[in-house]
């Protein structure tokens, strides 16, 4: 059973769209909420989401967790061939449990 | 300057042989993780340890078995290797009081 569920499962778009990145999860008392983007590598942090409703900014990047509704959101804004990679969500409590990834093609 | 370093980055062997995966942090963590990446890219956790102690350790076969001689350190040994043990090995570190997790390159093994 699957506590952290990613959507869509991957995505395709042009340079210059924007994408919206779903995490949903059913863990109701947790720490923080991450977001990670892994390319060939290792994952690499993006955000670490702790309070409903206030948004993380980081340049094209943006996200936000919605702790009523159980779910964050990644946005990337005027996409980029660099931003391709698997986006992964992981929910923190006494560990860290990771969604799926959502597989992001960004094609010129 | 590397802080989480993993050595082999890759490991191609056979079927039935032992090998072992080593992970060094210089980030001055207490707490060392080894996660699993299938071929589906999903990350799941194996083992934890805190100052040495290990204090998660997910349902994996008993062949493997991580060894910690330090806090800086955090190896995976694994014996009688299978055709599923084929996947991406990620070793992480991080503090335990914000439990804010930096990966190592991964490795990635091919059993054959």
């Known amino acids: 059973e699957d506590k952290v569920v990613q959507s869509p499962l991957s995505l395709v778009v042009h340079e210059g769209d924007t994408v919206t990145l779903n995490c949903s999860y059913e863990?109701?008392?947790?720490?923080?909420l991450l977001w990670y983007k892994q390319e060939k590598k290792a994952p690499t942090f993006l955000f670490m989401l702790?309070?409903?409703?206030i948004e993380k900014k980081s340049g094209r990047l943006s996200s936000i967790l919605d702790k009523k509704e159980l779910f964050s959101i990644l946005n990337i804004t005027a996409t980029q061939t660099g931003d391709s990679a698997v986006y992964l969500c992981?929910?923190?409590?006494?560990?860290?449990?990771f969604g799926k990834g959502i597989t992001l093609s960004v094609r010129p | 300057d590397t802080a989480v370093s993993q050595t082999p980055k890759y490991l191609v062997t056979q079927m039935g042989n032992d090998k072992s995966i080593k992970c060094e942090q210089n980030?001055?963590?207490?707490?060392m993780y080894w996660y699993k990446q299938d071929s589906k890219k999903f990350l799941k956790i194996m083992f934890s340890?805190?100052?040495?102690?290990?204090?998660i350790n997910e349902t994996v076969p008993n062949r493997f078995s991580p060894k910690s001689p330090d806090k800086a350190h955090l190896n995976l040994h694994i014996n009688s290797l299978e055709l599923g043990d084929s996947a991406v090995y990620f070793c992480?570190?991080?503090?335990?009081?914000?439990?804010?997790?930096?990966f190592g390159p991964g490795t990635r093994l091919l059993v054959l």
């Open positions: 992480a570190s991080s503090h335990q009081r914000t439990n804010l997790k930096y």
């Open positions: 863990v109701t008392n947790f720490r923080s």
């Open positions: 702790t309070s409903s409703g």
């Open positions: 992981a929910i923190m409590d006494s560990k860290l449990t």
């Open positions: 980030l001055g963590h207490d707490t």
């Open positions: 340890y805190n100052n040495k102690e290990l204090i």
